[in-house]
């Protein structure tokens, strides 16, 4: 079996806490692990993972600010340590970057969600970056800004969809990826993602290292849960092992133009 985790916090504080990096990726690595996107909430973490990337070759960097974590405006401090970040490597994903109206109630902070999302969203768009997304509960406001930037769909990628089937519906017109993740073994709605979306635009994603309880059990996310989520897409798909480990792989570089 060889698999990908596209959504994995590997930089983060919490996650190194749980996980110890260097024997762990030994471990996802025998098991199988192409490549993980390590994605950033902020400007500490996209550091770290470019250091990170520079030590594991199969880490794939993502630099970003989540929305969870704009807070304030951004300046023009902020917008140039982070272009002086993405001229340090050519293979990255801009991400995680997004809204958030579920999560996050307190309005005031609408306007810096937006104005960082759409700062990355161009630094994507000027040099042909993939972008790996969060929109819980700005399904539509995500639809119509990304749909005013000039961002190939192939590098598009919606993390961990559960909003309205209409909006979903309309992201699958525009071709774009979507990441499947441990929470289809929990009977959440994620599931109706991979029923609707073509096999050619899934990917899989841990969110490491976001907890799931699976059949009564706690899980941690990280790379090494991704084999489980492919043995349920075997169920619901026509696929055997072999066809999605292929299909899946062919997505990740369609997506990253790695390899
Ligand atoms: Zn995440």
């Known amino acids: ?46 550091k770290k993972i470019l250091d990170l990337s520079k030590e594991y070759e199969k880490i794939i960097p993502g630099i970003g600010v989540h929305p969870w974590s704009a807070k304030k405006p951004i300046t023009d401090e902020i917008k ?10 050519k293979q990255v994903v801009v991400g995680e970057i997004g809204l958030d109206y579920h999560f996050i109630k307190n309005e005031e902070r609408y306007p810096y969600q937006e104005q960082y999302f759409r700062f990355f969203l161009q630094i994507a768009e000027k040099n042909n970056l993939p972008v790996n997304i969060h929109l819980k509960g700005a399904e539509e406001d995500v639809a119509s800004i990304l749909s005013t930037y000039r961002i190939k769909s192939s590098n598009v990628l919606i993390h961990w969809y559960s909003g309205p089937t209409q909006t979903l519906k309309k992201f699958i017109e525009r071709d774009y990826f979507f990441t499947i993740n441990p929470s289809i ?25 976001v907890k799931y309880t699976i059949n009564n059990e706690r899980v941690i996310g990280s790379p090494g849960i991704i084999p489980k989520v492919m043995n349920k897409i075997i169920e619901i798909t026509p696929y055997d092992l072999d066809e999605i480990s292929k299909i899946l792989y062919d997505n990740l570089r369609n997506y990253t133009n790695i390899g």
């Open 1 to 46: 079996m060889r698999f990908h985790d596209a959504h994995c916090h590997i930089a983060s504080k919490s996650f190194q806490k749980d996980f110890e990096l260097e024997s762990s990726m030994r471990k996802w690595i025998d098991m199988g692990l192409d490549y993980v996107i390590g994605v950033s909430t902020k400007y500490s973490e996209s």
């Open 80 to 89: 140039e340590s982070f272009f002086h970040l993405f001229s340090e490597s």
């Open 185 to 209: 073994l929990t009977g959440s709605p994620h599931i109706e993602v991979l029923k609707e979306v073509s096999i050619n635009r899934i990917l899989t994603e841990s969110d490491g290292n």
